[in-house]
């Protein structure tokens, strides 16, 4: 993985420092709303209710929504053109080892490296688009908002932060058995590929159909696995729900909290689960494609550092 990075770093170096300063800002107002939302339901359980007070209330809570979503979407636009120029940068090098390859007579077989040019560098150009502002964005967001709900109710941000962890360990045990299926897929496809550009193909259609059915079933593998960890964490996230109901509700029963720091919690939940899906999602994407990427660091040969620079022919 820290191959991977190092080669992103080394290509939008300038580029990812802006995203991550973005992601920063992003994460930082994550809690905001949730304090507005706090004071707007105790506002309205208090005995002397003011208009005035409720209008100022929502329109600070509206305010900063737009401008969480303002600086979401510069960093969405600015990522998403990242990717894109990255995908052009894998494509351009790419290129120019086939034409090394067609110069040299190296064994690069062409249905590999059509695959790479027009799959694989695609697929490893948006990763590196958001690289390192997405799991900065993520993991801020989490910090911001368990750190709020502790703040507020020390017990309703340990149930918080408890539901973390097991998440985390089911998703390493599981990626661990699907990056085998992934390094697999990809081989079989690249074989696949190769043979549909060389010989009769009436003799080896059959030869191929075999190994699309390997494909499809690695895919089932893989569904087996994802799912089954997806059901998992769907199983903590309810808990982790309802256990900070009970224990809210048990608090403002004995006069030890307030509706809006329960509500606050609730709403904290959710915004928790958002980023730890995506977490557990980008790391899926991690695993996959340090494969990718050192699969097509074979296609260089021996010295690919000569290609970090585009060579026109």
Known sequence: MFRLYAAIWRASAGRQIILILLSLAIAALAAVPLEFQRDIINHLTSEEIKTDHLIMLGTGMMGVILLSLVLKWILGFRAGTLGEDLIRLIRQRLLVRAIDVNETGEDVRKGTMTTAISAEAEELGKFAGGAFSDPVVQIGTLISVIGYISSTQPGLGLIAFSMIIPQIIIVLVSQRKVNTFVAERVHILRSATDKLTIGDINELAKEIDVQFDEIFETRRKMFIWKLSAKFLLSVINGAGTVGVLMLG?????????????????????????????????????????????????????????????????
């Open 249 to 313: 509700g048990w608090l403002v029963l004995n006069g030890k909290t307030d509706v809006g720091t329960v509500v606050a919690a609730t709403s904290g939940l959710g915004r928790i689960q958002g980023p730890t899906s995506f977490l557990i999602a980008f790391y899926r994407q991690v695993s996959a494609n340090r494969i990718k990427y050192d699969l097509l660091l074979e296609l260089f040969g021996d010295h690919p550092e000569q290609y970090r620079r585009i060579r026109r022919p």
